[in-house]
């Protein structure tokens, strides 16, 4: 079993900066890749970006690409989502995800979950 919990999130104005964090708990999960969702009211869970932990190879949606940034750190167990830019149409929870070995945009592909936590871009 993988436990997730995100934080990080909050309010910030419109092209500003948040960092979220996911730490990672149970099994051994340098075997996992992580993953980034968001959902905003309303809508579908969407893919953000997803990064391999053992290799540190990251992918990004589209939208996201250039301005948000994963990363993560070892000796903390914790993956980051670093976000610059950010819109207010990207105002939703962000989740953090895992599933074994390669990462995916596939939301369904994810076996575990974080609880999630709010982002909020004001205009």
Do not use: H
């Not at 419109?14 to 964090?21: F, I, K, N, P, T």
């Not at 996911?22 to 980034?36: D, E, N, Q």
């Not at 948000?68 to 939703?92: C, G, H």
């Amino acid at each position: 079993q993988v436990q997730l919990v995100e934080s990080g999130g909050g309010l910030v104005q419109a092209g500003g900066s948040l960092r979220l964090s996911c730490v990672v708990s149970g099994r051994t999960f340098s075997r996992y890749s992580m993953g980034w969702f968001r959902q905003a009211p309303g809508k579908e869970r969407e893919f953000v970006g997803t990064m391999r932990w053992s290799s540190g190879g990251v992918y990004y949606a589209d939208s996201t690409k250039g301005r948000f940034t994963i990363s993560r750190d070892n000796a903390k167990n914790t993956v980051y989502l670093q976000m610059n830019s950010l819109k207010p149409e990207e105002t939703a929870v962000y989740y953090c995800a895992a599933k074994d070995v390669l990462g995916s945009r596939d939301v369904n592909e994810y076996s575990y979950w974080g609880q999630g936590t709010e982002v909020t871009v004001s205009s």
